[in-house]
């Protein structure tokens, strides 16, 4: 018996050192599907994780508000961001919600593949807007004494896809830098488990 409440223990405790452990893809995780102009994307959410940024994108997602949006700044390197604007450089303001409280603090990274919401230079600003990093963004994180950008979800299927969207052309318009010259729509998101 002590054999198996050893194994049992050890199991707990390698689980618990885990990143991500604790919101592994299975575990009943919300999924959202992004539909896109160049292919699928899938992203697992982690409300255990960030339950205020999750259950605003949920929102914002069973709202259709994503839909006809595109991803307007593209940084190769980087990341890609989309859910705030149309294809002709607006602000999609019909439908847009107060900005929510920062959950930078969460344990969670920018690493690649992650999906974080982007905010202005005020902590609490994040609305709509989140962004997917392609590359480890360890600056992006929360430290003790500075909030980050909240990581909340990351891409389970469709990461070729996110790659493809960082290579395309961009250039400036209208005051933006890094839009795409051909612009890269979210065609429609929805819930696909919850």
Known sequence: MTFWRSALVGMLVLGLGL??????????????????????????????????????????VKAGYYNGTIFHRVIPGFMIQGGGLTADMQDKREGQKAPIKNESGNGLKNDTGTLAMARTNVPDSATSQFFINVKDNTF???????????????????????????????ASKGGNQNVPVDPVTIKSAKVVSE
């Open 19 to 60: 990143p991500g452990a604790a919101t592994a893809a299975g575990k009943g995780n919300p999924m959202v599907l992004l539909s896109t102009s160049m292919g699928d994307i899938k992203v697992e959410l982690y409300p255990d994780k960030a339950p205020v940024t999750v259950k605003n994108f949920l929102d914002y």
């Open 140 to 170: 992006l994180n929360g430290e003790k004494d500075k909030p980050g950008y909240a990581v909340f979800g990351k891409v389970v299927e469709g990461m070729d896809v996110v790659k493809k969207i960082e290579q395309v052309k961009t």
